[in-house]
């Protein structure tokens, strides 16, 4: 099956500083990529939903100024959460989907997480 | 009320028990269900999938959907410690003219199988 890695699987870093978490297609291309946000025992938030070569679209809430989505690469995205705070702490799931239709939504595979500890 | 109501659990079940999984939803316009396994502190994996109403056997897991209840489950026959898990369900939200769909899930049900 088609799998996605995200890097780092943990970080933890001090408030006010910035964090990069790269998540990768590895032998597929992604014209799609989607972050979500799972907090303990929660269900999966969609944050932001890129396509390659395009703005990322932020959904209600979400700061996009905060959390910068780079998607320039059919492989690749990035997802910097800038002047980080405790209460960023969270895991973080990147997912791909290599369809364009948006009428079939369910081929999207998943990243294993990367869990952001803000101290 | 939210979109997709799921119980949390814990569900615990003895090795070999047929475990009954379910989800409520309230979008009417939901399409498509799917079933996603996660394990601790990992990304999701897909299970199953259908559109529409009806079931859908794989292997131990059958889903199914009645759409005209809002409701659909995941069954899991002959349940193994593996099975350990907590098992998200997510439906698929069409943005007319966006491009894309998007999935909105539910809060998971945590599973324990014991031997």
């Known amino acids: 099956g088609a799998v996605v890695s995200q890097h780092p699987s943990r970080v933890i870093c001090k408030s006010g500083t910035s964090v990069k978490i790269e998540c990768r297609s590895l032998?597929?291309?992604?014209?799609?990529m989607f972050w979500y946000r799972q907090f303990p025992k929660q269900s999966l938030m969609l944050m932001a939903t890129s396509n390659e070569g395009s703005k990322a679209t932020y959904e209600q809430g979400v700061e996009k100024d905060k959390f910068l989505i780079n998607h320039a690469s059919l492989t690749l995205s990035t997802l910097t959460v800038t002047s980080a705070h405790p209460e960023d702490s969270s895991f973080y799931i990147c997912?791909?989907?290599?369809?364009?239709?948006?009428?079939?939504?369910?081929?999207?595979?998943f990243g294993p997480g990367t869990r952001l500890t803000v101290t | 009320q939210k979109e997709v109501e799921q119980d949390p659990g814990p569900l615990s079940v003895p090795e070999g028990a047929i475990v009954s999984l379910n989800c409520t939803y309230s979008?009417?316009?939901?399409?498509?269900f799917m079933w996603y396994r996660q394990y601790s502190r990992k990304g999701p994996e897909l299970l199953m999938y259908?559109?529409s109403s009806g079931n859908k056997e794989d292997g131990r897991f059958t889903a199914q959907v009645d759409k005209s209840s809002k409701y659909i489950s995941l069954f899991i026959r002959d349940s193994q410690p593996s099975d350990s898990a907590t098992y998200l369900c997510a439906m698929s939200v069409n943005r007319w003219g966006s491009g894309y769909s998007t999935l909105t899930f539910g809060k998971g049900t945590m599973l324990l199988v014991s031997p």
């Open positions: 259908t559109y």
């Open positions: 032998d597929f291309q992604a014209t799609t």
């Open positions: 997912s791909a989907r290599a369809g364009t239709s948006g009428m079939i939504s369910y081929e999207q595979y």
């Open positions: 979008n009417s316009a939901f399409q498509y």
